[in-house]
Each structure stands twice: as C-alpha cells, then as structure tokens.
C-alpha cells in the first residue's frame, strides 16, 4: 500500500453524537486506498497533532450558531503557528439540536477560520455545501454523507500528495 497521506479527525461532542459523526468520517477517509486516518478528542489534539498532517477535519456540536467552546479554545491556540496549516486539506461537520438550529453558521464558523489559515476546504456542490451536518444522533442517511466527507477529503488529500 502506497502512504497518499494523512488526515486527523478532530471533534467535540457532549452527547456522543459528534462522536458518532467522527467515526463515520474516518470510515470514509479509510475507503481511499493508503490514506491514514486518526480520530482524536479536541482537549486530547495538540499544535503538533495539527502540523503532523496533511488534512484535518473539525467536528463540533452546534451551540448558538457557532463551534463548540472547547473547539474553539483549540483554534484560538492555532495562532501560535499561524501560516503553518497553509496548503492543508481541511473539512468540518456538526451536530445540532434540531432543524434550523445553526448548523450551517457553525460550520462556516469552522471552515473561516480554515481559510485564515490558507488552508484548501472541501466544500461540496450537491447537498451539504459546507459540511456534514446531523440532527441529534445521527440517521443512516447522516452517517452515510459524514462518510462521504471523509472520502471527499481524503481523495482531495491524494490528489495533492501526489
């Protein structure tokens, strides 16, 4: 098997429902052959988890529009390697309470601070433009588009490492 890369799936969850995302996001990184996938808790990722990879993928739960306090610490603490992430695969998921709950503004919460750090985001044309996004646990059809971020990501990270 050919090493095409590596992505770190990192993720904040409360309930268990981001978690539940977050596997489902590495099961679809690993459907690409010689990707490397690692899923790590935000309070357990540091500044060199970070640096050490070639995507990072960012879930959180939903609160108030935006990404979770813990995530958002983890961000903040990025500014210490500002320019570091540049050229970096980078995605984002979340859970939310309910429809129209601030999903989208929390991935797009996720995903700017991405772009301040030039990285390269993966959004998506079809449904769920800026990320994967479930309502409370989530469904099959939830799991089944987490997994397909993860595979979007990791193909965009193959592409790149080549």
């Not at 939310?96 to 030039?118: K, N, P, R, W």
Request: aromatic share 4%; charged share 20%; with cysteine.
């Amino acid at each position: 098997m050919i090493d095409m890369g590596t992505i770190l799936v990192v993720y904040d969850s409360k309930t268990g429902h981001t978690k539940s995302m977050a596997t489902a996001v590495a099961e679809g990184v690993e459907t690409v052959e010689g990707m490397q996938v690692a899923v790590k808790r935000v309070e357990e990722t540091s500044l060199a988890d970070l640096q050490a990879v070639d995507g990072i993928i960012f879930g959180s739960p939903t609160y108030y529009g935006e990404m979770s306090a813990k995530l958002k610490g983890l961000i903040d603490r990025t500014a210490d390697i500002h320019g570091k992430l540049e050229g970096k695969v980078g995605a984002a998921f979340t859970s939310s309470g309910g429809v129209a709950c601030g999903a989208e503004t929390a991935l797009l919460s996720i995903i700017q601070t991405m772009f301040i750090h030039g990285m390269i985001v993966q959004g998506r044309s079809k449904t769920a433009h800026y990320g994967a996004a479930a309502v409370g646990s989530p469904n099959e059809k939830e799991r089944e588009s987490c997994q397909n971020l993860g595979e979007r990501a990791a193909r965009l990270v193959a592409r790149i490492h080549d």
